[in-house]
């Protein structure tokens, strides 16, 4: 493709390329009768064993119900494992993860979109956001169908592409029509398209979150988008602000490679002191919560799950567990938060924090659990166990901390 200068027009054209279920097409690229086949590929999952947790599902395995950071083990029960090649229908092919393949499927691609524009901001192995230049909308149609084109010609995999004017609706876009999809979202029709989206398809909006914006009433983005404003604003603070304004098409971030952040924090303050445990755990709470989400939304998995504890006048306590690998998994951030509240639980405080560290980003889309330790072989003790159930299992030792 001819290449497009890396300028900031008034007009933005952001295009943003989404691999269709990344590593299931690796393995299909490397064995092309899987084509069409149920695909699970498991992360800490060896060939005939039942543990471990699904990275990613292809979407013909994902009509059997199974879904990324399920338990192998569960995953097995609604798709059976296909033995032979003359299995009847409903089985399914389970692959271990590979991942320097796919790194090495993944820089093909990134070769090309290389080609393609000089601002790119990668998030992940799969994934990335492109500044168009001066690409002019009468255009991105065509530049999209090329793009899609040159990529599986050059990586052998299938890519969705959304082009909008911003990072958000662009993600969006790329999210509208998969598998195979492109979607071109021009400057006048943004609200258009936004406003029938659920709330949860929003950037940052995790079920935590939408679940409360439904409670307000709040259903759609379009619902989002009538609204003043305020009454996010009120319920929460600047992160409703964005909500608010990415519902109603508007996104200021600039397309850039960017470092990563460290870590992912979040305090509140009370408004009085207090001693009453229950007016901490729910402080607690409400902050894991939305640390879980920030951490999400910037495509970030964590190792280690931590909190702030200020007393009166203002002594600072830090406390922080780490885990055997990355995870996504706001349960066991609320959880472990919890717990490491509870040295505190007589404690007179006047302020609380949550902290996630030790941040990674290359696998974000593909499984909750980056690293997941399976069971010993032969202990029955820890089978069929939730990813969060494991990830508590496998908590670290205590160890101290500052956040940033």
Not at 21 to 43: I, K
Not at 195 to 201: F, K, M, T
Not at 315 to 332: E, K, Y
Request: glycine share 8%; with cysteine.
């Amino acid at each position: 493709m001819e290449r497009l200068p890396g300028v900031d027009p008034p007009d933005r054209v952001v295009c943003h390329v989404d691999v269709d279920c990344f590593y299931a097409a690796c393995e299909r690229l490397r064995e092309p009768a899987l084509e069409g086949e149920p695909v699970v590929v498991g992360m800490g999952y060896e060939a005939g064993e039942n543990h471990g947790a699904v990275a990613t599902a292809s979407y013909e395995a994902r009509e059997y119900g199974v879904e990324s950071a399920m338990p192998i083990s569960e995953a097995l029960e609604r798709l059976p494992r296909r033995a032979t090649a003359d299995d009847p229908a409903d089985t399914g092919v389970y692959r271990p993860v590979d991942m320097a393949y796919y790194e090495s499927v993944s820089a093909d691609g990134r070769a090309v979109l290389a080609d393609a524009a000089e601002t790119i901001r990668h998030v992940s192995i799969d994934e990335a956001y492109l500044d168009c230049g001066d690409l002019a909308w009468s255009e991105a149609a065509a530049f999209g169908r090329q793009l899609k084109a040159d990529v599986e010609d050059a990586a052998g995999v299938v890519a969705s592409v959304g082009i909008a004017p911003n990072m958000a609706t662009a993600k969006l876009a790329s999210d509208a029509d998969k598998p195979d999809g492109l979607v071109v979202v021009p400057p006048g029709e943004v609200r258009e398209f936004l406003a029938p989206l659920d709330v949860a398809d929003l950037h940052g909006v995790g079920p935590v979150t939408a679940r409360e914006l439904r409670g307000m009433g709040f259903e759609t983005a379009g619902d989002v988008a009538a609204s003043d404003g305020a009454e996010l604003t009120e319920a929460f603070g600047e992160r409703g602000r964005d909500i608010h304004a990415q519902a109603r098409g508007r996104d200021d971030r600039e397309v850039e490679p960017q470092g990563r952040p460290k870590s992912v924090s979040s305090e509140s303050a009370f408004v009085q002191e207090t001693d009453a445990p229950a007016e901490k755990r729910e402080k607690v709470r409400a902050l894991a919560g939305e640390v879980a989400e920030r951490a999400a939304a910037k495509g970030a998995l964590y190792r280690t799950i931590g909190i702030k504890v200020v007393e009166p006048p203002f002594d600072v306590n830090t406390r922080a567990r780490s885990l055997s690998g990355p995870v996504d998994d706001p349960d066991l951030v609320e959880g472990v938060a919890l717990e490491l509240l509870g040295e505190f639980a007589e404690t007179t405080v006047r302020k609380l924090g949550v902290r996630l560290s030790n941040l990674s980003f290359d696998d974000r889309d593909q499984a909750s659990l980056d690293s997941w330790e399976g069971p010993e072989d032969g202990d029955p003790r820890h089978r069929d166990r939730s990813p969060a159930v494991e990830g508590r299992r496998r908590l670290g030792q205590v160890e101290l901390t500052e956040f940033e």
